[in-house]
């Protein structure tokens, strides 16, 4: 069977070609010129797979898709506190390279925009390395993200350099501040060799997915980050990542994104998939035009919304039945899928709601196939108080999806590999 993805992104691609509008970046001749007809469209799933249409392979530069990757560096390397000292996270509701610094203290609004981005750049490492050293920090860290090693333009960033005025402008800022406290034109420097990093659209399809894999590269199996630091970038993409243009993508796709000058957008669906879209031609706010349409594409097409709502918790349950009958009749509470807080609750309730009269209960996990830290803890108490009521109660786990299945406190529980087991008359022999 042909794959079914590439031929849907191919014919998606097809449908957004025509759209002509836009300019590619203007402020240097390297990104002027570069060519407007590439369009190309990733997928990168949590096994390592990579779907793919279009010019997927062909190298840009990552520009500020740099900027949520080096953040999680620099959370990783220095802890939330320091970064947060210097960096805040609300969304500036301006360009890109607005000198958006908070009145009183100087602190940039956030790390998506220039202001915060260079401060992070300052940030990735130890405090003691070389900017040498900070850089080298800087294209490992994307390169394990990415899960092959990275290089970069050395064209772009001498061409970039020239004309970092407003950079400059922005870290002279930052450093009349103490924001940043060691050379302006350093960091500066540091940072332009971080936009010029070159990627491919698969490449960042796969950064992309590190991101919705809770920050371990799908193809290497390496944990570049920890999930506590992808949390809070997947959080500032999503109220951030796209500008000023943050609020109509958070409403319209749905989906933590970041877009760069060089045409590259990636988006990343926590535990789903890392997309990214390269074509060069930018709106106003400084993203990819057809970037844009393909993600309102697919995001519409195939449900990918994070605000999306779940299937009901209501069908963790799936039957309230009795086994047998007379002093060996066998409650049955049988579950199913994963299980969340939601989901634990409507077990709860159940109980509560419908206390059991048979002395035997079981809640029955056959086809169960998650249950989260909170789901596991309201299982169990719910055994607890059943045994402490003077209830028998039996787990059927035979996949022992239950971790430590131990009420404790006075709680009980047997665990079984089947409801028949379960059910067998106190005594009798197999
Ligand atoms: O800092 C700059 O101006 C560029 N090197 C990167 C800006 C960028 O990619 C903005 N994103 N759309």
New binding site residues.
């Given amino acids: 069977m042909r794959p079914i993805i590439p031929d849907y992104l191919a014919e998606v691609l097809g449908d957004v070609e025509p759209d002509a509008s836009g300019e590619p970046a203007g402020?240097i001749p390297e990104l002027a010129t570069a060519d407007t007809k590439y369009l190309g469209a990733a997928f990168a799933m949590l096994d390592g797979e990579v779907y793919g249409s279009g010019d997927i392979d062909i190298e840009f530069t990552i520009?500020?898709?740099s900027k949520p990757f080096v953040y999680a560096l620099a959370l990783s390397d220095r802890g939330f506190d320091s970064v947060l000292a210097k960096v805040g996270v609300e969304p500036s509701g301006e360009a890109?390279?607005e000198i958006s610094l908070e009145s009183d203290t100087g602190r940039p609004l956030n790390p998506m925009i220039?202001a915060g981005?260079i401060t992070v750049h300052s940030l990735a490492g130890a405090e003691d390395l070389d900017p040498a050293g900070r850089v080298e920090r800087v294209l490992r860290g994307l390169s394990a993200f990415a899960g092959r090693r990275l290089k970069m333009d050395e064209a772009v960033y001498a061409s970039?350099i020239e004309h970092a005025h407003?950079?400059l402008a922005i870290a002279h800022m930052l450093r009349s501040h103490d924001i940043l406290t060691g050379d302006a034109r350093t960091v500066v420097d540091g940072?332009?060799r971080q936009?010029s990093v070159l990627v491919t659209a698969r490449d960042l399809a796969m950064m992309a997915a590190t991101l919705a894999n809770r920050g371990m590269n799908p193809l290497s199996g390496e944990q570049v980050v920890p999930e506590a630091v992808v949390r809070q970038v997947l959080s500032v993409m999503f109220s951030c990542g796209m500008?000023d243009a943050a609020g109509d993508w958070g409403t319209q796709v749905g989906i933590p994104a970041k877009?760069?000058?060089?045409g590259g957008l990636i988006g990343a669906l926590p535990g789903q998939v890392g997309i990214a879209t390269f074509s060069p031609r930018?709106d106003v706010h400084?993203?990819s035009v057809r970037g844009v349409s393909l993600f309102e594409r697919f995001s519409s097409d195939m449900g990918l919304h994070v605000m999306e709502v779940p299937p009901a918790a209501l069908a963790v349950l799936r039957s309230n039945h009795v086994v047998g009958s007379g002093p060996n009749a066998l409650r049955v509470l049988e579950l199913q899928g994963g299980i969340g807080f939601a989901g634990a609750e409507r077990v709860v309730k159940e109980a509560v709601d419908n206390p059991p009269s048979e002395v035997k209960v079981a809640l029955d996990l056959t086809r169960v196939y998650s249950i989260d830290d909170v789901a596991r803890r309201m299982l169990l108490e719910i055994a607890r108080r059943l045994t402490l009521s003077g209830h028998d109660v039996y787990l059927v786990d035979p996949e022992s999806i239950m971790k430590d299945p131990d009420p404790g406190d006075g709680g009980r529980v047997t665990v079984v590999d089947s409801v028949d087991q379960a059910a067998i008359p106190m005594g009798a022999v197999q």
């Fill in positions: 402020y520009q500020s898709i890109f390279n220039n981005a970039e407003r950079n940072y332009t936009c500008y877009s760069g000058v060089a930018l400084g993203n």
